[in-house]
């Protein structure tokens, strides 16, 4: 029975040492600064450095890779994380994004962070200091949702001025 456990150990090991010939790459884009959220107006620079410690590592092309993403088959987990989580909203793109855009990806950065799901918790579990405290999650949320207003009063201006270009007015501004 010894023997059997004994020969098992060693096939698990000999397949952990050939899979790390097989590693998937990592890359970190190159990006034009300008783009980057921390250029987006009015962003309070204690919530820049807030995201960027707890979630740049999935949403921006500035990826710390932790040493253990060196190791098959962990690495494939860790990149494929960081590639959906940039595919879904990338910070290092912001400045790309349609107002549109931006607006839906602050209401969903409110849910998220307001629910205790972003960082994803196997993210919190090896990093402790992205376990937000009450006094963070409130002020990543307070940026998303005065954001959002600010946004809709700009909306609203916009399409208010483009009406009144639209309504023929005469030189005198009383009705024909
Ligand atoms: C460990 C990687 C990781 C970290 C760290 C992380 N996220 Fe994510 N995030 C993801 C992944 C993966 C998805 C895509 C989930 C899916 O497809 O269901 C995602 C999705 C999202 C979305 C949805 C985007 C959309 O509209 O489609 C938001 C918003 C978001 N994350 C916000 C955050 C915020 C804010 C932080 C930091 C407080 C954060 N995330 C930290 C991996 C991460």
């Given at each position: 029975m010894k023997k059997t456990f004994t020969r098992i150990g060693v096939v698990l090991l000999g397949l952990f040492v050939v899979a790390q010939f097989f590693r998937p790459e990592r890359i970190n884009p190159p990006t034009?600064?300008?783009?980057?959220?921390?250029?987006?107006?009015?962003?309070?620079p204690e919530v820049i450095s807030k995201m960027e410690a707890v979630?740049?590592?999935?949403?921006?092309?500035e990826t710390h890779w932790p040493?253990?993403?060196?190791v098959t088959p962990v690495n494939y987990l860790i990149v494929n994380d960081v590639n959906s989580g940039r595919r879904r909203m990338n910070f290092s793109e912001w400045g790309n994004y349609s107002p549109g855009k931006v607006h839906s990806l602050l209401d969903n950065i409110y849910d998220q962070v307001y629910n205790h799901e972003m960082p994803l918790p196997k993210y919190r579990l090896l990093h402790?200091?992205?376990?937000?405290t009450d006094a963070e999650v409130k002020m990543i949320c307070d940026w998303a949702s005065g954001e959002q207003d600010r946004l809709d009063q700009q909306a609203e201006m916009k399409s208010e001025t483009s009406d009144q270009q639209k309504v023929p007015h005469d030189s005198t501004g009383t009705k024909k």
């Amino acid at each position: 029975m010894k023997k059997t456990f004994t020969r098992i150990g060693v096939v698990l090991l000999g397949l952990f040492v050939v899979a790390q010939f097989f590693r998937p790459e990592r890359i970190n884009p190159p990006t034009d600064p300008a783009a980057s959220v921390r250029n987006y107006k009015g962003i309070p620079p204690e919530v820049i450095s807030k995201m960027e410690a707890v979630c740049f590592d999935c949403h921006s092309n500035e990826t710390h890779w932790p040493w253990y993403s060196n190791v098959t088959p962990v690495n494939y987990l860790i990149v494929n994380d960081v590639n959906s989580g940039r595919r879904r909203m990338n910070f290092s793109e912001w400045g790309n994004y349609s107002p549109g855009k931006v607006h839906s990806l602050l209401d969903n950065i409110y849910d998220q962070v307001y629910n205790h799901e972003m960082p994803l918790p196997k993210y919190r579990l090896l990093h402790p200091a992205a376990r937000l405290t009450d006094a963070e999650v409130k002020m990543i949320c307070d940026w998303a949702s005065g954001e959002q207003d600010r946004l809709d009063q700009q909306a609203e201006m916009k399409s208010e001025t483009s009406d009144q270009q639209k309504v023929p007015h005469d030189s005198t501004g009383t009705k024909k």
